[in-house]
């Protein structure tokens, strides 16, 4: 048998050469990544046709023979599909997405197909490849979250100077704008787009000419991949970039940051949705009612994105463990990182689909959050103010607005309630004024710093996180 036959049947290993017992069946199915990697397949087509210019260049395939080759390799794709069953259906001895594809090319344009492997090796493919994969991954996060972070704008502008109670340990602290409390969401998602975006930067090179650790054995032109695959250059060292997964470890850490994020949005959804809140009326296209109760209205879908945040940080710690004290350079130990990545890429994809729609039908009760953010003292830290401007000392003031509360939580009444004559009791700064200075609008309005809830500045935060995050961007 000429060595081109031997290794191109049908089934046959990509290493069998020095081996004379075939594999135990059972481990030979259970060490499979095919399973799994056959969604890397427009990975591994576009990175082989990358790595076929730069053996083509290096004098290794003639151009008749390239564009035989490139043609193959659409084919391959082409035939495949994208239909997980398909594909693996296919070819059920693949053991990987790199040997379905030598199999697939053999059958598509023969013998030729295995000059493809010339110069390169698994190791090199399945760091291209995951790269790859997780560029796109980022590019589609990065959409995604800008599509909410605009329903949540939406949201905001639609609630215009409606209010809420913000919270400090879960307790009434201050009134703030509706629009404010929504855009703390949107600056979470901006640095969730940012961590992206900087893990993009840096993972963006091509580690395809690293052989299988030492570096390719032909004089390849490197820069040929890097620049058809969109890398902006080679990776600088051979060892590193055959068994530095940092780009997948970056990428779920930053998902599982973004989970984390999702999950206090989801949480505070679900809790403003209960009768004890009422703050606001969950959607019926993502709730269910209860077999059991046929009053109950469940808030399934942000209890399910509060749970889904746990297997994005379970994927970011699997990572981590893969990693910690694994020497130079390959090991197999690495496959195992690939499910964690395609899994909470589509855990955060499923999430992002739905999250924007969800957040647009979203049903504010603004009386109640109104009566919850102007009930309870809660202007108390605005008519402190109101007695520093005056010239009384903060700590003094604190004191003096406590026995005024006090005096209303004895009474009944709420600090607007109280009459001069009994406020003078306590303090002869306070004069007629006092009253509008501790008006809801005041109250708001005191805070009138960048970053504040004074409501021309969240006004102003509206625009300006529009056009950060806008259409064109
Ligand atoms: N399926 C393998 C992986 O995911 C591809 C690389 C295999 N390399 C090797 N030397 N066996 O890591």
């Not at 059972?26 to 095919?34: G, L």
């Not at 840096?202 to 890097?226: E, F, H, K, Q, Y």
Request: glycine share 6%; charged share 25%.
């Amino acid at each position: 048998m000429n060595e081109e036959t031997q290794s191109g049947a049908a089934g046959s290993k990509m290493w069998s050469g020095r081996f004379r017992e075939p594999l135990d069946r059972v481990f030979e199915e259970w060490q499979r990544s095919f399973p799994f990697d056959w969604r890397l397949l427009p990975q591994e087509v576009a990175a082989s046709k990358a790595h076929a210019r730069v053996i083509a260049a290096a004098g290794i395939l003639s151009a008749a023979e390239l564009t035989t080759m490139l043609g193959g390799l659409e084919e391959v794709a082409s035939r495949a599909g994208t239909d997980r069953h398909a594909i693996v259906a296919a070819a059920p001895n693949a053991e990987d997405i790199h040997h379905f594809v030598e199999l697939q090319l053999t059958s598509v344009i023969g013998g030729l197909a295995l000059k493809l492997h010339t110069g390169r090796s698994r190791n090199e493919q399945i760091a291209t490849d995951m790269r790859l994969f997780v560029r796109e991954s980022i590019d589609d996060a990065i959409a995604n979250l800008r599509e909410w972070a605009l329903a949540l704008i939406e949201l905001a502008e639609s609630a215009g100077e409606a209010v809420i109670p913000s919270y400090t340990h879960l307790q009434r602290a201050e009134p703030v704008l509706v629009a404010h409390w929504l855009l703390a969401y949107v600056s979470m998602i901006e640095r969730d787009i940012s961590r992206l975006t900087d893990a993009r930067k840096r993972m963006n090179l091509c580690p395809l000419g690293s052989g299988a650790v030492a570096g390719a054995t032909l004089a390849l032109d490197r820069t040929i991949a890097a620049r058809e695959l969109g890398f902006d250059g080679p990776t600088p060292n051979s060892m590193d970039a055959t068994s530095d997964r940092d780009f997948m470890l970056d990428f779920t850490q930053a998902l599982s940051t973004l989970g984390l994020h999702i999950s206090r949005f989801a949480e505070e959804i679900t809790l403003y949705s209960t009768a004890e809140f009422g703050f606001v009326d969950l959607p019926e296209a993502f709730s269910t009612g209860s077999s059991a109760m046929p009053q109950k209205k469940n808030p399934d879908f942000t209890e399910l994105i509060r749970g889904k945040s746990a297997r994005l940080v379970g994927a970011a710690t699997t990572l981590s463990v893969l990693i910690k004290g694994l020497p130079l350079a390959y090991n197999k130990d690495l496959q195992e990182g690939q499910e964690q990545v395609f899994d909470a890429a589509d855990t955060a994809a499923g999430m992002l689909q739905i999250l924007p729609a969800f957040t647009r039908s979203l049903k504010f009760r603004f009386d109640r959050m109104r009566t919850a953010a102007t009930t309870g003292y809660l202007n108390a830290m605005a008519a402190a103010t109101y007695l520093s401007n005056k010239g009384v000392p903060f700590r003094k003031a604190h004191e003096i607005i406590g026995n005024a509360v006090r005096l209303g939580l004895e009474s009944g009444r709420e600090l607007n309630d109280l009459k001069l004559e009994e406020l003078r009791e306590f303090s002869i700064a306070f004069a007629e004024d006092f009253f509008a200075a501790i008006t809801l609008e005041a109250t708001l309005d005191c805070h009138d710093v960048v970053g504040g809830t004074a409501r021309s500045r969240v006004a102003e935060a509206v625009a300006t996180a529009k056009s950060r995050l806008g259409e064109n961007k």
